[in-house]
């Protein structure tokens, strides 16, 4: 049997997360694949957290704690892995999002964030930076996947997205992914906990042709904020002309964009075709 990796639990959060599970699972003298099935996972989840290649959910970082009897030093452990892995520039957006009451957004070439699954988001990290090692990429999912926390709360922000045409079809991670994603982004609607609205290719030119933007509104008297971004760099907005300025080209994207009802139906189709594609690529012959 190989030697485990080793991790230098300085390096990251979640080194350290993985050095402790590992600690713990041996004191308890169970070996991985025991321990997942006492957690009802898969032994494999347990190393690849344990060695940090994979990310641990919040359930199972409470899960942990019930089956090894930590006093909660793994849930404890879990929200700083998906704080502090923010890039510099984004920072000041991360803290003021979940204070925001109402966002509207649009995510240009992207679902937002908020909305994307963990398959989705880690095509798009591993696109986006193909030379950080697995454990970089591991962590900046799991700082995005604590993002969506927010929307657990009993004080989630109204949500509305316009989604360029293309942020549907573009298959994302493959076509199997973006049938989840997609298939994910209904579920939000149905819930209630989002409405969408998708830009058609076909109408042309619109106003946020040029790029991404979030506008966050705040029930505690901070002024509304915008926030622009692009590939490794983002600004905050906060001058009242300019943000006024955004909004003015939000809602002129908005106009031209399909009606909520007609842009779930388009998703729900777009899933479909994707899901039929992924079926085709899993019959074909090896």
Same mark, same amino acid.
């Given at each position: 049997?190989?030697?485990?990796?080793?991790?230098?639990?300085?390096?990251?959060?979640?080194?350290?997360?993985?050095?402790?599970?590992?600690?713990?699972?041996?004191?308890?003298?169970?070996?991985?694949?025991?321990?997942?099935?006492?957690?009802?996972?898969?032994?494999?989840?347990?190393?690849?957290?344990?060695?940090?290649?994979?990310?641990?959910?919040?359930?199972?970082?409470?899960?942990?704690?019930?089956?090894?009897?930590?006093?909660?030093?793994?849930?404890?452990?879990?929200?700083?892995?998906?704080?502090?892995?923010?890039?510099?520039?984004?920072?000041?957006?991360?803290?003021?999002?979940?204070?925001?009451?109402?966002?509207?957004?649009?995510?240009?070439?992207?679902?937002?964030?908020?909305?994307?699954?963990?398959?989705?988001?880690?095509?798009?990290?591993?696109?986006?930076?193909?030379?950080?090692?697995?454990?970089?990429?591991?962590?900046?999912?799991?700082?995005?996947?604590?993002?969506?926390?927010?929307?657990?709360?009993?004080?989630?922000?109204?949500?509305?997205?316009?989604?360029?045409?293309?942020?549907?079809?573009?298959?994302?991670?493959?076509?199997?992914?973006?049938?989840?994603?997609?298939?994910?982004?209904?579920?939000?609607?149905?819930?209630?906990?989002?409405?969408?609205?998708?830009?058609?290719?076909?109408?042309?030119?619109?106003?946020?042709?040029?790029?991404?933007?979030?506008?966050?509104?705040?029930?505690?008297?901070?002024? %509304?904020?915008?926030?622009?971004?692009?590939?490794?760099?983002?600004?905050?907005?906060?001058?009242? %002309?300019?943000?006024?300025?955004?909004?003015?080209?939000?809602?002129?994207?908005?106009?031209?964009?399909?009606?909520?009802?007609?842009?779930?139906?388009?998703?729900?189709?777009?899933?479909?075709?994707?899901?039929?594609?992924?079926?085709?690529?899993?019959?074909?012959?090896?």
């Amino acid at each position: 049997m190989p030697n485990p990796r080793e991790l230098d639990p300085s390096e990251s959060m979640l080194a350290l997360f993985g050095s402790e599970l590992r600690e713990h699972r041996s004191r308890a003298r169970l070996s991985q694949e025991n321990l997942g099935e006492v957690l009802g996972y898969t032994g494999s989840l347990v190393g690849q957290i344990e060695t940090g290649r994979r990310t641990p959910t919040r359930e199972f970082a409470e899960r942990l704690d019930g089956a090894l009897e930590t006093g909660g030093i793994f849930s404890k452990l879990w929200p700083h892995i998906t704080r502090g892995q923010f890039p510099g520039f984004f920072k000041s957006y991360a803290e003021l999002e979940p204070r925001a009451c109402q966002m509207l957004e649009y995510g240009g070439e992207l679902i937002p964030g908020l909305g994307q699954t963990e398959g989705y988001m880690r095509a798009v990290f591993e696109a986006g930076l193909p030379l950080a090692p697995p454990e970089t990429i591991e962590e900046k999912v799991a700082a995005r996947l604590g993002r969506q926390e927010l929307l657990r709360g009993p004080t989630r922000p109204l949500l509305w997205w316009l989604l360029a045409e293309n942020a549907i079809r573009r298959p994302v991670g493959g076509f199997g992914t973006m049938a989840d994603q997609l298939g994910h982004l209904v579920d939000l609607v149905r819930s209630r906990m989002v409405v969408i609205q998708v830009l058609e290719t076909s109408r042309g030119a619109h106003a946020l042709l040029e790029g991404s933007m979030t506008l966050m509104s705040f029930a505690d008297g901070i002024p %509304d904020t915008g926030y622009v971004e692009a590939p490794h760099a983002g600004v905050l907005i906060e001058h009242p %002309d300019t943000v006024r300025e955004l909004r003015l080209s939000y809602d002129l994207a908005r106009a031209d964009a399909l009606s909520p009802e007609a842009s779930l139906n388009l998703v729900e189709k777009v899933a479909k075709e994707h899901q039929h594609h992924a079926d085709e690529h899993r019959a074909e012959p090896g």
